[in-house]
Structures are given as C-alpha cells and as structure tokens.
C-alpha cells in the first residue's frame, strides 16, 4: 500500500471543511506522538469510503485508543507505512536468501521527507528518493532499449541516474524503540489477519 490512505483521509476531512495539504499532514504528523499502528493493507482499507472512521474502528479492535486529530491519524498511516515496507524487505530477505542493502522510494511518496525518513529509521536500511515519474521513466526506457540506444539494464539504471536528482535518508532514531515498534508490528499483522471490519461509516 502506498499513500492511498493518506489521500483518503486527506478527501474526507476536505469534506468536512479542513483542507490539508500533503506537505501540512507530514508537519502535523512528524509533530504528533508516535504508537497507533495499522496494517495498510488489512482488507477494510482497500476502497474508498470514510477512511478516518475505518482507521479508528481498526485501532478499536486492536485494543489501540484511537485518536480523532489529523495529526494522530496521520502519524499512524506514514508510521504503519513505514513498518510495513520495514516488514516486507524482512520477508524479501528470508524468501530469497538475499540481503537488501538500500530502499528505493519512487513515485509520489518519494517526495514525502518524513515517510522517506520514517522508512529508513523503521528498516535500518539508508533510503533513495525519486524519481517521482518513475511509471513514465520506465515506459520511456523500455522504448529508448527497443530502439537499441541503450544496450542493457546497467545502461538504463546510469541514464536514469544521471537524469534525475534522487535525496538520501540515513537511518536514525532510537534503534531500541523501533526494534520495540517492529514487534509490536509484527504481532499487530497477525492479529489484524483474523478481523473482519466493516465500513465505519
């Protein structure tokens, strides 16, 4: 899951008069406390609909006190988000025998700062931002490949390289209190696999 969350809670609190932009909700989140965590790609949260109130039930059901303020909710989708791709290089690495040694962050969520930082910090591994149009460069490439101007993957990766400014994120932060996040993340996705959430209205 992407930032398909954050663009759904982001439409219905337009709805209801306060209009944010991406930029504001990363500020108000990295300001909020930290702990609410969901798991992004729990079923209830895969179409549109109010999806504040589906983000509030999920805490509910876990046992979370859920929070009503953009900045909370916020905070909770760009953290889950970060342990989830924190997660998914975990089982990457155990499934192919492979170790990752740096995160690629394409698309929109690459010019997200916090997500990018929260990514590296929740996964120990340093993040590389960009491009934003990477659906586009790929489609480009795949086309300048079929031409014959360039003659191999490594070719490609170098022009894409030098045609675009990519940002770095170092892992930081309290190590101890992300390895304690990680588990909690852990034991929330399996609790998380057996509940069945309606739409919360």
């Known amino acids: 899951m992407?930032?398909?969350l954050i663009q759904e809670c982001r439409r219905?609190?337009?709805r209801e008069g306060n209009e944010y932009s991406y930029e504001e909700l990363a500020l108000l989140a990295e300001g909020a406390p930290s702990g609410l965590l969901v798991?992004?790609?729990?079923?209830?949260?895969?179409t549109p609909g109010d999806m504040t109130a589906r983000i509030r039930r999920f805490c509910e059901e876990t046992g979370q006190t859920p929070l009503e303020e953009p900045a909370a909710i916020?905070?909770?989708v760009?953290?889950?988000l970060a342990l989830k791709y924190a997660y998914a290089i975990?089982?990457?690495q155990a499934l192919t025998g492979r170790t990752v040694r740096s995160v690629n962050v394409l698309g929109g969520g690459s010019q997200n700062d916090f997500l990018c930082q929260l990514t590296a910090d929740a996964s120990g591994l340093p993040v590389v931002a960009g491009p934003v149009e990477a659906t586009a460069m790929g489609n480009v490439m795949v086309q300048v490949f079929a031409q014959g101007r360039v003659g191999s993957l490594k070719e490609i990766r170098a022009v894409v390289r030098d045609s675009f400014e990519a940002?770095?994120?170092e892992p930081g932060g309290d190590?101890?209190?992300w390895s304690g996040l990680c588990e909690r993340f852990s034991k929330l996705l399996e609790e998380a696999s057996t509940l069945d959430i309606s739409e919360g209205g």
């Open 2 to 4: 992407g930032l398909w």
């Open 12 to 14: 219905q609190w337009t």
């Open 39 to 46: 798991d992004p790609d729990h079923p209830a949260f895969l």
């Open 74 to 76: 916020a905070r909770c």
């Open 78 to 80: 760009f953290e889950s």
């Open 90 to 92: 975990e089982q990457a």
């Open 167 to 169: 940002s770095s994120y």
């Open 175 to 177: 190590t101890d209190e």
